[in-house]
Each structure stands twice: as C-alpha cells, then as structure tokens.
C-alpha cells in the first residue's frame, strides 16, 4: 500500500479474515485491510489458463483441473480458501483473470467504466470484497480527494444537453438511471492508495441504511503482457 495521510483515516487494517467480515465501517472509515504476504505461486495459475477473450471467470472446479508444481499448488489452496470462506459467509465471490475490462467510449466526455474512479451501489445492505493476487492492482482515493463528476460544471452542462429536456427531477433520474452520479474526478495533487498484491480488502458502498460514505475506487490500468487474478464479490 501507498501511505498517505488520509489512509490514517479512510483504512483500518484488521488481522484475519472474521475481523474483516465482522467489523463495521464507522467514523470516516470506508476500507478495511487484511494486510497479507501470501506463498505460492500465483502466476502459474494465470499462464496455465488460456484466455480468449478479455477476462474469464475461473471457477472452483476448474482450478482443482489444473496441473501445477509444488508453488503454485500452494496458490491454488489460498485461492480455494478465501473462496470458500467467502461464500460461507453469504458472499458470491468470482474469481477473474483479466487481460483488460471493456472501455467506454459512449460518452467521450463522461467514461463510465471501471478505470474512472466511482462507487458501487446496492439496494440492500452490502459490501464489496476484493484482492489482486497476481498483476496490477485496484486503487482508491480518499472521498476528500475525489468529486463527483457530476457536479463538475461543464461536464453537467454536456450531461444536461446529452439529456435534452427540462424536468430537473427527470435529470437526476437519469443520471441514477445510466450511473453518471457514481463516478468521482480525483482533485489536482490527489494522491490514490494502491491496494496491493494478496491484501483483502472490504470496501464500503453506497446503499441505504449505510454510515459512512462509500469507498472511491478504481481497477488499474493493466500491465503491458500481464494479466491479473483477482477475486472480487
């Protein structure tokens, strides 16, 4: 991780895995942290699974399949673990290999995908998951570093003619609608927390009964030849 100032308070680190799923967010704490050093090899799973596409999930069963040494057999069962410990505890975790996430060029001025810092966003009470075991890693920023983009003045202005009607009520309706109100700009001199490598994090979202303000984040951009193994949920 990036020590920075604002971590001090945005993060509070936690020693396994029950302190992660059962301490709540509170204060200005968004983001918890099972600061790890994980063996294995983790490499040697992301080379031994072919990848056609941009991304695959790789499923419990098909990781068992795999043939591997010593190292990255070792990999294999801390990947099955925190699976395992996930779902038990009422989550869906997925785990990815992603060679890159789909770009969006819909609105040129106003990219809604997942390289622009945003939140995540449920009905219900939630939270999000996530650790990069091999390649680049996620980043967050601290929500006094950040502003939503959609009170930015002229990127509201080009979202009101996209719009194209009067009704301010049915304005934020479709900002809601097509998630403009979820993505944040990182302010002049921000300075961005690298989640680092075999750290599980718990980040707070934006649902309703929550108390704290949600955790800006963002997936990184993708080393040039390296995919990454990240499971998330």
Known sequence: MINSPHSEHQIKSVTNFKELLSIPFQGNVNALCWTRELKGDFSEIVKKVALSGNMIELLPEELLDLQLSKQGQIAREILLNDYKTLQNNGKSPTLNIIKNYERD???????????????????IPADTFLCTYHGA????????????????????????????????????SFLSEFFFDLHYQAKPNAQPIN?????????????????????????????NGEHRLMMIC
Do not use: M
């Open 105 to 123: 060029d819909a609105f040129p001025f106003f990219p809604t995908d997942v390289y622009s810092f945003h939140v995540d966003r449920s009905p």
């Open 195 to 223: 989640l680092g490598v075999g750290h599980l994090w718990k980040l707070a979202i934006d649902h309703p009964e929550s108390k704290v303000l949600p955790c800006l984040h963002r997936a990184p951009e993708e080393k």
């Open 137 to 172: 890693s996620s980043a967050i920023l601290s929500n006094s570093q950040g502003t939503q983009k959609i009170l930015i003045p002229e990127i509201r202005a080009e979202l009101k003619k996209l719009y194209g009607e009067e009704s301010e009520a049915g304005f934020e």
